[in-house]
Structure formats: C-alpha cells, structure tokens
C-alpha cells in the first residue's frame, strides 16, 4: 500500500517545523526508504518475507547448514541490487544533514544506498551487503565478484581456503548485531532532538529498540511511512507516504522554515 501524499498537507508542514527546529536530529530508516529505488522491502505488500521463509533464507543456522539455500536466493536478487540507485528520499536525508538538522543516518538496510547519497555518519545496524566474508578463514572480497561465480558454483567457494561458508557481511536471524554500530545508535538515540524514522515496520529488534529510547525522552518523534507502524501512537507527527516524496518536501519546506 502506498498512499499518495497530499502536497500541502498540515502532517508535512508540521514535520518540516520540527525538522527545522532540529540541530541534532537522528534518522531511523528501513526497507521502505530504498523501495523507489527498486529494492524490495521484506514485510507488507511484495514483500521477501511472503515469498520467502526468512529462517530457512537468512538464519545462520539454516546458513551454516545449506548456504545454497541463502546463495540461491540472493542470486537472482543480486540483479536488483545491482540496478539500484538513491533515491530523492535517500538525498533528502544526506541535504538534512548537510544542513545541521540531523547529525546521521541509523539504517538497517544493508543496500549501502545512503553512503551513495552522500551522508557522512551512517550506522549500519545489521552490515553492509556488498562484501562478502568466509566464516572458515575470514577473507572477504566484493559481492559483485561473487555473482559471476553462483551460475555455475552454489554454494560459491571462498576463493583463498576452498570453505563452502562465504557469507555477505550482513546480519541474519540468530546472530548479534554489530556491537560498535549498536552502542553509537543507542548513544545517538539518547542525546538527539528529533528521532525521524522513515521506511520501517519496526517489527525487528533490537534494531527497533533505537527509536523507541528516542520516543521515552520525549523528544519529537516524526514517521515517514506508507503503513502504520507500532509507534505511531507515540509520534508528534505521522506523515503517511512515500519516501522518495515526503522526504524532499520536508527538507524543502525545512529549509524555507
Ligand atoms: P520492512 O519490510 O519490515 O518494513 C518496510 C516498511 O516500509 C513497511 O512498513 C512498508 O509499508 C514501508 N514502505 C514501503 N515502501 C515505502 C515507501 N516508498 N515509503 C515509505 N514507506 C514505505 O523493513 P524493515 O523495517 O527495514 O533484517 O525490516 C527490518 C529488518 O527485517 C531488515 O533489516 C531485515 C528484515 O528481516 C535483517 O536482514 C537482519
């Protein structure tokens, strides 16, 4: 579902107000911010997870088991990666904190799309997939290297020791997240002043812990996202819409605030 945004809407001048206010904003993304740029989200409508069992797909146990499982999947989903590009929603963000209203970017999207933007301090809550690494000898190497090798390798062979275990740097379920990447998000989320959470169901934690410290301080709260999201009760301002149109009105408006 992907509601259309009304242009002059009372939620997008009042998220810009905030926005303008903002000089250590903090923005929380997700699957939905990259969705214009071709990439599918995992939960709602098209979403991976309808087609996909995500503990047979991305757990570690079912990787350790049967990485072709994994390499299987992601090849075809590699072609779509590949293709994708920032967005105005990715830019918009990267323009705020240029601007002085947001001091970076916490994503759990692992699409590397908002470093292509342009913001400078981004939090990669659960990896980055464009490097892969063998879990037996530790060597990494682009993932773009590895797809040339999945149409006629899977699962594809770590190309220094032979392991059969080269996974992308990336979290799946079962597996910790990134404890440096976690202590800076949650530094983040208890000394900002707006918490801007855009494209995410916030149904994965703790990665959805982040937002919610942000909430319990009381500093404004605005969601950007074309389904309700569990913390909408708590928000000082829900915009519902897309991304890549809500954001650069935002920051257009901020900027004439
Ligand atoms: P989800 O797929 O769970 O949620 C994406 C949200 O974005 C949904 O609420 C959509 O309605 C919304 N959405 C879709 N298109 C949008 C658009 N153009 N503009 C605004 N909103 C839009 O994605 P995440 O919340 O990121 O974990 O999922 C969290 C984690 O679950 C992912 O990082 C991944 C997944 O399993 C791991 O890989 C560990």
Known sequence: MSADIPVSSAELTRAAELVAAARRGVAFTGAGVSAESGIRTFRGEGGLWRQYDP????SIEGFRSDPAVYWGVAREGWRMYRKAEPNPGHRALAALEEAGHLVGVITQNTDGLHRDAGTRKLIELHGNGRTVRCLDCG???PRADIQARLE???????RVCGGMHVKPDVVFFGEALPSAAMMEAFRMARECDLMLVVGSSLQVYPAADVPEVAADRNVPLVIVNDEPTPLDVA???????RAGEALPEI???????
């Open 139 to 141: 060597a990494t190497e």
């Open 251 to 257: 920051a257009r408006r901020a900027a004439g605030a």
């Open 55 to 58: 503990y047979k797909v991305a």
């Open 152 to 158: 006629r390798e899977l699962p594809p062979r770590c």
């Open 235 to 241: 928000a000082t301002v829900v915009v519902r819409g």
